[in-house]
């Protein structure tokens, strides 16, 4: 990464990405050493989905 990002262009997709992943780059190394949190949100979204599908019943 730190090779490629002098070379790559901001504008473009590729250069987005990259930047994107240098300025994340700490909270990802955290992630990845502690492995304890899963990757998705998939049980908070399981948790309000029926107060949203009420929510939208109701109104």
């Given at each position: 990464?730190?090779?490629?990002?002098?070379?790559?262009?901001?504008?473009?997709?590729?250069?987005?990405?990259?930047?994107y992943l240098a300025s994340n780059?700490?909270?990802?190394?955290?992630?990845?050493?502690?492995?304890?949190?899963p990757m998705d949100n998939n049980?908070?979204?399981?948790?309000?989905?029926?107060?949203?599908?009420?929510r939208k019943n109701w109104l």
């Amino acid at each position: 990464m730190e090779k490629t990002q002098p070379q790559v262009t901001a504008q473009n997709a590729l250069g987005k990405a990259i930047n994107y992943l240098a300025s994340n780059w700490s909270k990802l190394e955290r992630y990845v050493e502690e492995g304890f949190l899963p990757m998705d949100n998939n049980a908070a979204e399981r948790a309000i989905r029926p107060f949203v599908i009420g929510r939208k019943n109701w109104l």
